[in-house]
């Protein structure tokens, strides 16, 4: 079969959710990577409880929709694959960048940062591509990517607190992959770490959330 994969650019549109209101009064706005399988509208019930006056909340959709198994009639996203990996990434970071773009979030509020599964790894990269400086970075049951490394973070250190949340009986992510992941935090942002496991599966843990502000 004499087949040829070829490539094309063109735009396309896509959506984005926010929870409360980005006023004078806002102290911290959220950026928050969704998991595989949730829509960003969705996403945004596990920040609920967050003060609506201090909080301003902004979750960016993943753009591969599908029907989830075995019933598929829901439908989620994904942010990446192994596929073409690359090209989608940089897909992705042009996505968050016309987000911020839209936003237009001032420099004198807190910036967080987070990620939550698959979440962590879009989250993380474009934090290193972009040198987006934040206040906290928060990566919740998620994988660090392998090609980050220590300098990508240089210009965040002393500026940012890091948060590493899993729950110890996740069952995507065993004692041998913390572990990995535990060190590969360290290593990326030396001392600055919080490690924060808790006693549960593979969900979101609204109150290490509400108590990280």
Same mark, same amino acid.
Request: charged share 25%; with cysteine.
């Given at each position: 079969?004499?087949?040829?994969?070829?490539?094309?650019?063109?735009?396309?549109? /896509?959506?984005?959710?926010?929870?409360?209101?980005?006023?004078?009064?806002?102290?911290?706005?959220?950026?928050?990577?969704?998991?595989?399988?949730?829509?960003?509208?969705?996403?945004?019930?596990?920040?609920?409880?967050?003060?609506?006056?201090? /909080?301003?909340?902004?979750?960016?959709?993943?753009?591969?929709?599908?029907?989830?198994?075995?019933?598929?009639?829901?439908?989620?996203?994904?942010?990446?694959?192994?596929?073409?990996?690359?090209?989608?990434?940089?897909?992705?970071?042009?996505?968050?960048?016309?987000?911020?773009?839209?936003?237009?979030?001032?420099?004198?509020?807190?910036?967080?940062?987070?990620?939550?599964?698959?979440?962590?790894?879009?989250?993380?990269?474009?934090?290193?591509?972009?040198?987006?400086?934040?206040?906290?970075?928060?990566?919740?049951?998620?994988?660090?990517?392998?090609?980050?490394?220590?300098?990508?973070?240089?210009?965040?250190?002393?500026?940012?607190?890091?948060?590493?949340?899993?729950?110890?009986?996740?069952?995507?992510?065993?004692?041998?992959?913390?572990?990995?992941?535990?060190?590969?935090?360290?290593?990326?942002?030396?001392? /600055?770490?919080?490690?924060?496991?808790?006693?549960?599966?593979?969900?979101?843990?609204?109150?290490?959330? /509400?108590?990280?502000?």
């Amino acid at each position: 079969m004499n087949s040829t994969e070829k490539e094309i650019s063109y735009k396309i549109t /896509n959506s984005y959710s926010t929870l409360y209101n980005l006023t004078e009064a806002t102290k911290n706005v959220w950026f928050v990577c969704h998991g595989m399988s949730y829509l960003s509208r969705y996403f945004l019930k596990y920040f609920k409880d967050l003060n609506p006056e201090d /909080n301003y909340i902004i979750a960016p959709q993943a753009q591969s929709k599908y029907y989830i198994p075995p019933a598929f009639k829901h439908v989620g996203a994904s942010w990446l694959t192994k596929e073409n990996t690359l090209k989608e990434t940089d897909n992705v970071m042009r996505y968050f960048d016309a987000v911020f773009n839209v936003e237009q979030i001032p420099d004198d509020i807190n910036l967080i940062v987070f990620g939550y599964s698959q979440g962590v790894s879009v989250a993380m990269r474009y934090v290193a591509k972009r040198q987006l400086k934040c206040s906290q970075m928060i990566l919740h049951s998620g994988g660090i990517p392998k090609e980050l490394v220590a300098d990508d973070f240089k210009f965040l250190q002393g500026h940012c607190k890091v948060s590493l949340i899993y729950g110890t009986d996740d069952e995507y992510l065993n004692d041998e992959r913390m572990e990995q992941e535990t060190k590969r935090v360290h290593e990326l942002f030396d001392t /600055n770490v919080t490690v924060m496991p808790f006693d549960g599966r593979h969900i979101v843990n609204v109150d290490i959330i /509400n108590s990280l502000v």
